[in-house]
């Protein structure tokens, strides 16, 4: 299955703690916890039909620009997020204590 990654809506759903996506009719999702000024990403979850085609990316980007507009400090307890930051360098000082 082929998606289209650019008209992909990415919602973010603070009541449940999480990013998410429905793509014909199934979620994906990154989860996480809000701390003052500390988000942890726990965890991305991609429907095993639509792995492979950057879904988990583009929650990814969603959630780390949700961080970065509000100065918050990411902790990527999941193994993916941290990935992607190490992909995407530029995300890299998120993980970084801000200094006041």
Request: aromatic residues 6%; charged residues 25%.
């Amino acid at each position: 299955m082929t998606i289209n990654l650019e008209t992909l809506e990415i919602t973010h759903n603070p009541a449940e703690n999480r990013f998410e996506v429905l793509i014909d009719g199934v979620l994906s999702k990154l989860d996480y916890i809000e701390d003052g000024d500390t988000i942890v990403m726990t965890h991305v979850g991609v429907h095993p039909e639509h792995r492979g085609g950057g879904v988990a990316g583009r929650i990814t980007q969603a959630a780390l620009e949700y961080a970065k507009e509000r100065s918050l400090r990411v902790i990527p307890m999941c193994s993916y997020v941290a990935a992607y930051i190490r992909r995407n360098p530029h995300y890299i000082e998120l993980t970084r204590h801000q200094e006041n």
